[in-house]
């Protein structure tokens, strides 16, 4: 099982990324998938999620608006564009799967880190 993330790098305020997530070693339609971040000092916390379907996303207050989570499900890939990146944004992101039954387990991606910084 692997959750490959890539996309990360130094961006100006104001500017854009965009995160992918390659999921492979496992049915990638049976699970959620979420963006997770980090900050130093901080804990982890829930940025965006997607169900399995795709159908319902959720966002953390902060990133309404600016940041969208999206999935293929054809190409086992969930990606995060992140639009008017703010310091605050400063972070090793997470990708992560949550299977839909509880048999599934769960997975963790080794993450991707995001600096926005003049």
């Known amino acids: 099982v692997q959750l490959v993330e890539s996309g990360g790098g130094l961006v100006q305020p104001g500017g854009s990324l965009r995160l992918s997530c390659a999921a492979s070693g496992f049915t990638f339609s049976n699970y959620d998938m979420s963006w997770y971040r980090q900050a130093p000092g901080k804990e982890r916390e829930l940025v965006a999620g997607?169900?399995?379907?795709?159908?319902?996303?959720n966002y953390l207050g902060s990133v309404k608006g600016r940041f969208t989570i999206s999935r293929d499900n054809a190409r086992n890939t969930v990606s995060l564009q992140m639009n008017s990146l703010k310091p605050e944004d400063t972070a090793v992101y997470y990708c992560?799967?949550?299977?839909?039954?509880?048999?599934?387990?769960?997975?963790w991606g080794q993450g991707t880190q995001v600096t926005v910084s003049s």
């Open positions: 997607i169900t399995s379907s795709g159908g319902i996303t």
């Open positions: 992560s799967a949550r299977g839909t039954e509880w048999y599934l387990g769960s997975y």
